[in-house]
Nanobody, 117 residues
Framework: QVQPVESGGGLVQAGGSLTLSCAAS????????MGWYRQAPGKQRELVAS???????RYADSVKGRFTISRDNAKNTVYLQMTSLNAEDTAVYYCNGCYSRANVLAWGQGTQVTVSS
């Protein structure tokens, strides 16, 4: 099964920025809606940003105005630009399809984002 490969996480100070990348060989361009999810310790995985094939985006209220999702269908890659990070953004971030079971791939390993206050 194809799994997305997430990268770009790390340790950053509060107020800092990171850009995450997600690649899934040959698959992302065929998925109508891609999303970035995150799972903080002791919490359920939540969808924080999504983007349609045409580029329409949606954001969770907690990240609206701070995170920007984008996709490059030619490169089968999805990005998440994160700014003004705070401790509540600390989580493992995953990318995957969303809004339809048909969009969902096997889950990857995710990338850890840790924000120090």
């Amino acid at each position: 099964q194809v799994q997305p490969v997430e990268s770009g996480g790390g340790l950053v100070q509060a107020g800092g920025s990171l850009t995450l990348s997600c690649a899934a060989s040959g698959r992302i361009s065929g998925i109508s809606a891609m999303g970035w999810y995150r799972q903080a310790p002791g919490k359920q995985r939540e969808l924080v940003a999504s983007i349609s094939f045409s580029g329409s985006t949606r954001y969770a209220d907690s990240v609206k105005g701070r995170f920007t999702i984008s996709r490059d269908n030619a490169k089968n890659t999805v990005y998440l630009q994160m700014t003004s990070l705070n401790a509540e953004d600390t989580a493992v971030y995953y990318c995957n399809g969303c809004y339809s079971r048909a969009n969902v791939l096997a889950w990857g390993q995710g990338t850890q984002v840790t924000v120090s206050s």
